[in-house]
Nanobody
Framework: VQLQASGGGLVQAGGSLRLSCAAS????????MGWFRQAPGKAREKVAE????????HYADSVKGRFTISRDNAKSTVYLQMNSLKPEDTAVYYC???????????WGQGTQVTVSS
């Protein structure tokens, strides 16, 4: 299974972006999908995750109310809608899959999100 992330870019503070992450390869099945980010000089943090079958979601406090994670099971794709973006949201964003509910085993390439003030 491979994950392909897209949708990053440059946006002004207060703007929006939508990230996509498509899974390809053999029939895709996973316990959960998530979005992570890593800013320069900072540790990687989990931004949001979604249970693949139940749709239950969880968000980092820093993005609650601004970001929404969703998935399209038929397309094996997970999305991250990012609204009211702030300069501190600037980071490389990665999508990941947790196939068994134990750890994030499969990672996509990063996509850069830059928010200007």
């Amino acid at each position: 299974v491979q994950l392909q992330a897209s949708g990053g870019g440059l946006v002004q503070a207060g703007g929006s972006l939508r990230l996509s992450c498509a899974a390809s390869g053999r029939t895709f099945s996973t316990y959960a999908m998530g979005w992570f980010r890593q800013a320069p000089g900072k540790a990687r943090e989990k931004v949001a995750e979604i249970s693949w079958y139940s749709g239950l979601t969880h968000y980092a406090d820093s993005v609650k109310g601004r970001f929404t994670i969703s998935r399209d099971n038929a397309k094996s794709t997970v999305y991250l809608q990012m609204n009211s973006l702030k300069p501190e949201d600037t980071a490389v964003y990665y999508c990941a899959a947790d196939p068994t509910g134990t750890r994030w085993d499969v990672w996509g390439q990063g996509t850069q999100v830059t928010v200007s003030s």
